[in-house]
């Protein structure tokens, strides 16, 4: 069956000219031959999906693609980026091998970047672009809808930290946190003060105390009994917060209820709290497609 590539030019994600390859996606900056455009185009990007013939019929589902991975990125980098409409397709041969077809294209935005900054795009970007091929299964796998549900919902806050407000960002986090822990309020800020603080950099009742009070605004904004105020600094926090988690979720080689189980018990017993910490800072050993990088 004859494989293609679904090209699609993204703003806002920042790609080496060299193209960046992986299985079933790639990445490349914009080229541009208008000599008048004084800048180059940092952050504008072709990210490449690999379809089969039969795939690239389905224009839903190629965004959907896109958009999976977009959640990812964002969920590596706390930056939203907007998903084009429109894309174009070529088959995948000698002449236009997966990754680096030469492709024209109008310059939307300009962003001067050094190139110290530039490097730490193409590492983010690198990153990103791993833990896709790793867990991209989280979007199809019905026994991860709780992952996919949370880094749907975190990716969302991002977008609305920039266009919307700080409430708006909250009940969007929570939704996120309610995804991973099936509880609300206090027990929901238990379980994730416990896993957020395995660490040691912050004292378990510290973040108990942080999320529990912001549980208790998202409630009062959902269920408009009063007036509350949601600071940058909160947001910012719990951003940070649902990140961690997230990759927690991810890391850990086993099922969401095992993982519950195991941070319920380890409230009242020190040794399953041992346990926890092993399960946690053991090297993931989930896989969805090879995670071998194409050079």
């Not at 429109?86 to 109008?106: A, C, H, Q, R």
């Not at 935005?109 to 590492?123: G, I, P, R």
């Not at 791993?130 to 949370?150: P, V």
């Not at 379980?191 to 660490?199: F, K, P, V």
Request: glycine share 4%; charged share 30%.
């Amino acid at each position: 069956m004859c494989e293609w590539q679904v090209c699609f030019e993204v703003k806002g994600l920042i790609a080496p000219e060299k193209p960046l390859k992986f299985d079933n996606i790639a990445f490349r900056k914009v080229q541009t031959t208008d000599e008048k455009i004084p800048f180059g185009n940092d952050d504008q990007s072709i990210v490449f999906l690999r379809v089969t013939s039969d795939e690239k019929k389905d224009f839903m589902g190629i965004r959907k693609r896109l958009q999976e991975f977009l959640s990812l990125y964002g969920l590596v980098t706390n930056n939203y980026v907007e998903s084009p409409l429109g894309y174009v397709s070529y088959p995948i041969n000698d002449v236009t091998p997966f990754g680096e077809i030469k492709y024209l294209s109008k310059v939307f935005a300009v962003k001067n970047s050094t190139n110290e900054q530039k490097e730490k795009e193409y590492q983010l970007l690198n990153y990103s672009g791993q833990i896709f091929n790793k867990f991209g299964s989280i979007f199809t796998d019905r026994s991860k809808r709780h992952l996919k549900n949370a880094v749907t919902y975190h990716y969302r806050a991002l977008k609305d930290l920039d266009y919307l407000s700080t409430e708006e960002v909250l009940i969007d986090e929570m939704i996120a946190l309610e995804s991973l822990f099936g509880l609300t309020g206090y027990g929901l800020s238990l379980r994730a003060s416990i896993l957020l603080s395995l660490d040691g950099k912050e004292e378990t009742h510290n973040i108990h105390k942080k999320i529990n009070s912001l549980c208790k605004k998202r409630n009062k904004i959902v269920h408009g009994s009063e007036e509350v105020t949601v600071t940058v600094k909160e947001i910012f926090e719990l951003k940070n917060f649902v990140t961690k988690l997230i990759f927690i979720f991810l890391k850990v080689n086993t099922s969401k209820d095992a993982l519950i189980e195991l941070v319920d018990k380890s409230v009242l017993e020190w040794d399953f709290r041992k346990k926890l910490i092993e399960l946690t800072q053991k090297p993931s050993q989930q896989s969805n497609n090879s995670d071998k990088k194409e050079t």
